[in-house]
């Protein structure tokens, strides 16, 4: 098969599986058999057994939407590919690109495209900027593993904190329900908006220290165990 010769360009977005999230009580004891009692440090691998007991390691379809961190190219655009492997040792896929997903109103040539995209050798992108495409699964099959996938981005995006690696934490089923809670009381508006608000930005905040502050332990030299 002529890989190259395969690739296209496509000007709109195939379906996705729209995952509805289960009740705030479901979703917190989801959580809690994953995580509870786990450390920061042992997050990755409690997820990875989650998610590989659940996905299907191959055979299904994604729309990979990459970031300015994960993008081949100057833009973050997105792709359809095919999912050829899930990684049983990190939260990663193997997949093969079939098609560039860009507005109709840019103008980019496809041998430009496939320059810059190396698309004749699979590559492995983060799981959670894959979309499993729902078109043609008509008996549901690959639901449970847009399931699975969703509750990695969700972990990512509504539980973890910039400070949970502090070196005596672990999860709790009282941390994970109240910060379950915070995503549904912030989605309903219990929560005044100027409240939200000032989440949002301390959160963020948060974010850009711990990065700092990773990027200067990096470049000291130092190691992850001796930065407290």
């Not at 939407?65 to 095919?82: G, M, N, V």
């Not at 810059?116 to 050798?121: D, Q, V």
């Not at 639901?143 to 990695?152: C, L, P, R, S, Y």
């Amino acid at each position: 098969m002529d890989t190259e010769s395969d690739f296209s360009v496509s000007y709109s977005c195939p379906n996705v599986y729209r995952v509805e999230l289960a009740s705030m009580k479901d979703l917190a004891i989801t959580f809690a058999e994953i995580l509870e009692g786990v450390s920061f440090s042992g997050v990755e691998g409690s997820l990875v057994d989650y998610v590989t007991s659940v996905v299907e390691p191959i055979g299904w379809k994604a729309v990979w939407r990459s970031t300015k961190d994960t993008s081949p190219l100057d833009l973050e655009y997105d792709f359809i590919a095919e999912v050829t492997n899930v990684s049983l040792c990190g939260l990663e896929a193997e997949i093969h690109l079939k098609s560039v997903i860009i507005d109709d109103e840019i103008s980019s040539s496809l041998d430009y495209l496939k320059e810059g995209l190396n698309i004749e050798n699979p590559r492995n992108v983060p799981l959670r900027e894959l979309y499993v495409v729902s078109e043609d699964d008509h008996e549901e099959f690959f639901q449970k593993t847009a399931i699975a996938i969703e509750h990695v981005r969700f972990y990512y995006k509504h539980i973890c904190r910039p400070w949970d690696d502090e070196p005596d934490f672990v999860y709790t089923e009282e941390i994970i329900k109240t910060r379950v809670q915070l995503y549904f009381d912030m989605k309903n508006n219990i929560i005044p908006k100027t409240m939200i608000s000032k989440i949002k930005s301390i959160l963020k905040e948060g974010t850009r220290i711990a990065k700092e502050l990773k990027q200067l332990y990096s470049d000291m030299g130092i190691s992850d165990s001796k930065q407290r």
